[in-house]
């Protein structure tokens, strides 16, 4: 689990906005654990990225030196740091979690909140009408309909 309890916010470190932005996290397993052996044996509040000369990163810097960098060469010279809050949003939602689960996540305190800055990540489209008449996940219902026409799922 990340515990999400401060903010390190353009060179400063501070409480966070709101008491909603405390919250836990889960993590990978293997990212979880290169993380605890990398913090063995740091003293509380040491940063755990650093740069070479082992001061605190400069957000302005990091972005300047690599984000935007490697953003140019990905031929998406327009990211900024907010954009993975919006990819995570976005794969939240697709992979299947709610509102009021991804609203948790980026620790809004209402789920109206995410809703209204992240509908544009939702689907648009009504879908089909298939949930009215059968409870069977989406996967089950394309094999079902792909074994009906004689194909491979």
């Known amino acids: 689990m990340l515990h999400v309890r401060r903010q390190f916010y353009r060179g400063t470190m501070s409480k966070l906005k709101t008491r909603n ?3 836990d996290l889960p ?16 003293v509380p509040d040491t940063p755990l990225f650093v740069t070479r ?13 690599v984000l935007a960098p490697a953003a140019t060469a990905a031929g998406v010279p327009w990211i900024g740091f907010h954009t993975f809050r919006h990819t995570c949003a976005s794969r939240l939602l697709a992979g299947g979690k709610n509102i ?11 789920p109206a909140f995410t809703l209204r800055t992240y509908v544009h990540l939702m689907d648009e489209g009504l879908g089909d ?8 996940a989406p996967e089950d219902r394309r094999a ?3 074994s009906r026409l004689g194909i491979e799922p």
């Open 53 to 65: 000369t082992g001061s605190r990163l400069s957000d302005g810097n990091l972005r300047r030196r």
């Open 129 to 136: 009408a298939e949930f009215l008449t059968t409870r069977d």
């Open 100 to 110: 009021a689960q991804v609203s948790k996540w980026l620790g809004h305190a209402d």
């Open 21 to 23: 932005g405390r919250r």
């Open 144 to 146: 079902r309909t792909a």
């Open 27 to 42: 993590l990978l397993s293997d990212l979880a654990r290169g993380l605890w052996v990398r913090c063995q044996g740091s």
